[in-house]
């Protein structure tokens, strides 16, 4: 076991309940494993509730509320998906400002399935290049993003280097791509596909 990421602060922003649970507990792992310190925000404090899709899973411990969270505490973000979660976000203000500022402050973030809908809220996809669960197609498009239908992509045109995904079968390179570019200053990998301004339409 590395220590890559040793010292490294990552927020994993839920919702109170609807969250995907994989798409929490993998890329939360990965980072372990890496001696990376996950922290779940949400939207109140206490619990949160997983699922496995429509199902309930576990409840997770909820480490800091959205409201008084500033990104300044934290290296990274990643948003997990879950049809409701990211529904839940978009509807937040304090949410959305929180997923906007990991943005303007120029920090990576991770976003797999549904997650984007929380960055469309947040104005963060225009110009970018990214993927999602095939259903958020039109939103990232109409809110002038360019959709591609990739296991995993790594878009650096933008203030900060996004990293998408599409569903719970593309976690192993996701999480992959998410140690990497935390463990770098700035990505260096061209595979998986990486999208700079140059190679955008």
């Known amino acids: 076991m590395s220590q890559l990421l040793a010292g490294k602060k990552v927020a994993f922003l839920v919702a109170t309940e609807g969250v995907e649970q994989v798409e929490l507990t993998d890329p939360w792992d990965a980072l372990v494993a890496e001696h990376a310190q996950p922290s779940i925000v949400s939207t109140e404090s206490g619990t949160i509730q997983a699922f496995n899709h429509l199902d309930k899973a576990d409840v997770f411990d909820v480490d800091a509320v959205v409201e008084s969270a ?94 998408s995904s599409r569903k719970p079968d593309d976690l192993p390179v996701f999480c992959a791509k998410l140690t990497d570019t935390l463990s770098q200053s700035e990505a260096s990998s061209t595979t998986p596909r990486e999208v700079d301004e140059a190679d955008r339409p």
């Open 70 to 163: 500033e990104s300044s505490e934290y290296d990274a973000l990643v948003l997990p998906g879950g049809v409701a979660n990211p529904d839940f976000l978009r509807m937040n203000p304090d949410a959305v400002a929180f997923v906007r500022s990991f943005f303007d402050a120029g920090k990576p973030v991770a976003v797999i399935c549904h997650g984007p809908w929380t960055l469309v809220e947040a104005g963060a996809v225009a110009g970018r290049t990214l993927t999602s669960w095939p259903s958020l197609r039109t939103d990232i498009t109409n809110a002038g993003g360019t959709w591609v239908d990739e296991e995993v992509v790594v878009c650096t045109s933008g203030p900060n280097t996004l990293i």
